[in-house]
């Protein structure tokens, strides 16, 4: 499938080029907004990633152009700019998502993933015709089975045309789809990868006219089926596709360090145009025009420093866009403050001699907040949460509204809020004790699915019973050792992590669709399926914690498949959820004499379906422990 990149930083475009063409994709690359207009305008695309802030036309100014003239090409915004209204504005201007720098590229290739889903004739990620199956997800393809060996450039041929099958594919509509604008293939090239690739069919046992020839119009697939699978993975996070080879890793960390050799010193020469902008500030001398200049500098240092995972120099540059682009006009008397940064920076950037692995970005590290600890508490609890992978944050006591507001300045900083927060139990007769409550009541209220970790004395029955009336969720005692505080966290993070994976089998593709999104507040990963001809290979692959099923369906209805999961010995605890239009209690009946746990009757609320969902699981892990 083929992506417009319109991006400026020369380093960013590098990495995530590197990123995408190595999951298949086609790229054209550009660095301004008018020739990002110019190729959108001129060449078909299944995608279009812009960044923000970009020379001649901004990313969101060309967003509205593109929607303006009609154009329903998916729109990736990119920037390092977190504010909530850069975002609004994005999606107002009519972007489908919007990803902040610096971002896992993990994430960025599971969002990219969505959106082509999404913008797709066939928005499911397991295709077939006939015998043949392709799952771009992995790249696999087998033909009755067997593996399928395929080129690049084979492989993203006969993925197109199975991505739409019943269409006819044109020469030119091939060349335009599978080749980037700086390549010139001629149609002999097209024509050549389809002879390979039938012949390849052929020797698996495919028909010579699978992939068929109309004279004077192009290709299409002919197979005695021709249909493709509704397997849609709505979650994100289904869908992270991390390196799981240690050649893999090693191989983009040289890269990574080859990168940083030239980067470090572009990097070090835009941190001394921004050190001669303060200067020039500091003798009322910096224009309008050189303030700007260098709050494009800092923002392009953002994302460049953040593929490299140098989240402190990403911060200093933060802060730094913020204060140069926070004001109309700066005053002299802060340009010390802002030198203090630059300088800072610049120590970090020089100090930065080769990129280690674990400084290469996987995500946000999880965030656990110390309130009102005492130092040297906090100073043993911090090491032994680096070692595990896990940011400590601390805020000494404050009152409720500051408390809030700062809790708030570290999501921003950090990229997400906390995701547990530790508090101790000032003593009984300590004027801090009735702040504890207070604070402790209104996070709970608030933030009612918040991981909140209080350490107290043991002893103090009375303590133990506040700390459960007010919401917290776990109690330990003063004298636990920092490592087993730390283990408390991570297995809190493990637990609420966990998503419970849901199955559902029905025909309805308007139906498919509308579920996840009706079981999306809940946190579960859905995976849908329209054919219950493949349920038993989607069955072992998934492996659900529920399966949802209706009754009517072609070929094979909800009742036979429950009969089939439920003489498997390892699938007869598998809670079985049966969603039908049928509201007559023979239907009922039958569906609980073939094993259903319960049934259900279109339509429902989301929280109901939720709800019943949660209950099942409970009732069978209650049971299991």
Known sequence: MKILLVEDDDVFVKVLVRALKAQNYILDVVKDGEMGWTYGSTYEYDLIVLDVVLPKLDGISLCKRFRAEGFVTPILLLTSQDSNTTKVQGLDAGADDYVVKPFDHAELIARVRALLRRGSANPFPLLTCGDLMLN????????????????????????????????????????????????????????????????????????????????????????????????????????????????????????????????????????????????????????????????????????????????????????????????????????????????????????????????????????????????????????????RGIQLEVLPLLEKEEMFSAIEAIASTTGHAPNVILFQVPPNESPEKQWFSQVLQAFTQRHPDQLIIVIGDRTEFCNRLEVVRLGGRCFLDRTTPPDQIIATVVNSLKSSHDATKIMIVDDDDHWLRTLPTLLKPWGFRVTTLADPQQFWAVLQAITPDVLILDINMPQINGFELCQILRSDPKWQRLPVLFLSVLTDAASQHQAFTVGADDYLCKPLMGSELANRILNRLQRIRTWVS
């Open 136 to 387: 771009p997800s992995t790249y696999d393809v087998s033909y009755q089975g067997r593996p399928l060996t395929l080129t690049r450039k084979e492989y993203e041929l006969l993925e197109l045309m199975m991505r739409d099958s019943q269409h006819v594919f044109s020469t030119e509509e091939l060349l335009d789809h599978l080749w980037s604008s700086e390549e010139f293939p001629s149609e002999a090239t097209v024509r050549s990868h389809i002879r390979r690739v039938r012949q390849k069919l052929v020797a698996m046992g495919a028909s010579p006219d699978f992939i068929a020839t109309l004279h004077g119009r192009g290709y299409y697939l002919k197979a005695s089926e021709t249909e493709t699978l509704p397997i849609a993975q709505e979650t994100l996070t289904e869908s992270h596709l991390e390196q799981d080879s240690a050649d893999a890793q090693q191989q983009y960390l040289d890269f990574l360090n080859t990168t940083w050799v030239t980067t470090k010193s572009s990097s070090l020469d835009q941190v001394a145009l921004i050190l001669q902008a303060v200067e020039d500030l500091q003798a009322d001398r910096l224009s309008h025009c050189d303030q700007v200049q260098a709050q494009h500098i800092a923002h392009k240092l953002v994302g460049t420093l953040s593929i490299f995972g140098l989240n402190k120099a990403v911060h200093l540059s933060r802060q730094l866009e913020y204060w140069l682009g926070g004001q109309a006009s700066l005053q002299p008397n802060q340009a010390p403050l802002i030198q203090s940064l630059v300088l800072a920076l610049q120590q970090d950037i020089q100090a930065t001699m080769q990129i280690e692995a674990s400084q290469i970005p996987h995500g946000h590290s999880a965030i656990l907040l110390s309130i009102g600890a005492e130092l040297e508490f906090n100073q043993a609890l911090g090491e032994v949460a680096a070692s």
